[in-house]
């Protein structure tokens, strides 16, 4: 109860949330018009629920709102997050509405904290907060973060890449309780760039996207050069152009709505072929939204089936033409 009164209160006062760019929730319902009574689309779903599933978001850039919907639309990069919104092939963009409701909090003002134990943290602007909790990939962080450092937009920023292990590695247990502050929570397993002993326990550094912290393990816990396999890198699939090889087709630069709707959720790239409608009906084409998922060590959500990642755009029939 007192995270739904958190999380009211913080969108609530969130009035400048119409600039910059905000964080999605992966599970959230996306809507081609301002309105919950038309079509809609969800990418995925989250199997623990959003309290426990933290970081599990889509950045997204603010273009527009309307009453209790925001106008957005993919960034070009997964900024602090894992994964990327992609605009389906053929289009120029995308812009959909998402429930101001299901936009994640977020770190608005960069955050460090240092302990006397040696522990310390630092997450950069952009990064997904919730109840007092990051994502560290597969390892929930608890840190007590100033309600003033949250909101629900944020300026984008440059982010460097996170700084691969050198030739010195240590890898921490699975499952190994470690402590930051006075917090102690289980991580692992993980390979660390660094590990200093202290004392019976050692201090290990880890590192994730826009965030960095120095925990403490016990030492029986933690092994030198040793290693598991880590994130990489991936490459998008290669977009898939449309042709206009049929004999009714829409032209390039035609504007696409929805079935009923008059907002422009994006316009076309190439030509799309379509079958042509009566007259005063709408020419329409299916396109499937799905995600860029560059970092193969985070945890996955289940991906919504097909039907439900289908967006639906039409245009006039006088804008088809017959080749």
């Not at 120029?92 to 101001?100: A, G, H, I, N, P």
């Not at 008059?262 to 030509?271: F, K, P, R």
Request: charged content about 20%; aromatic content about 6%; proline content about 8%.
């Amino acid at each position: 109860m007192r995270l739904s009164i958190a999380i009211v209160a913080l969108l609530a006062a969130s009035a400048d949330a119409e600039t910059g760019n905000v964080l999605v929730w992966a599970d959230a319902t996306l809507y081609p018009d301002p309105s919950a009574s038309g079509p809609s689309v969800r990418v995925a779903t989250l199997d623990l629920g959003r309290d426990k599933d933290v970081g599990y978001v889509f950045p997204m850039k603010v273009v527009g709102e309307k009453g209790e919907f925001l106008e957005v639309e993919p960034t070009a990069d997964v900024e602090c997050a894992w994964w990327r919104m992609v605009k389906p092939d053929g289009l120029d963009t995308m812009r959909l509405f998402v429930k101001r409701t299901d936009l994640a909090p977020v770190l608005a003002k960069p955050f460090k904290a240092t302990h006397k134990d040696g522990t310390s943290i630092a997450l950069q602007i952009g990064v997904p907060v919730l109840a007092g909790k990051v994502a560290f990939n597969r390892g929930i962080v608890p840190v007590a973060i100033p309600e003033a450092s949250l909101g629900v937009a944020y300026a984008p920023h440059k982010i460097a890449a996170v700084a691969k292990p050198g030739k010195k590695k240590f890898l921490l247990d699975e499952a190994t309780e470690v402590t930051l502050g006075n917090a102690t929570f289980p991580l692992g397993p993980w390979v660390a760039p660094a590990a200093k002993p202290q004392k019976q326990r050692m201090l290990v550094s880890i590192a994730a996207r826009c965030m960095t912290a120095v925990v403490s393990a016990p030492k029986d816990r933690v092994h030198a050069g040793v290693s598991i396999n880590q994130a990489v890198e991936g490459k998008s699939a290669p977009a898939r152009p449309a042709t206009s090889s049929g004999a009714d087709y829409l032209p390039a630069g035609t504007k696409m709505t929805s079935e009923a709707g008059e907002h422009v959720v994006g316009t076309l790239a190439v030509d799309r072929i379509v079958v042509k409608p009566k007259s005063g009906a709408r020419a329409c084409a299916d396109f499937v939204i799905t995600r860029d998922d560059p970092f193969v060590d985070v945890p996955h959500t289940v991906d919504t089936p097909q039907p439900q990642r289908t967006l639906k755009l039409c245009a006039p029939a006088d804008a088809v033409k017959t080749k």
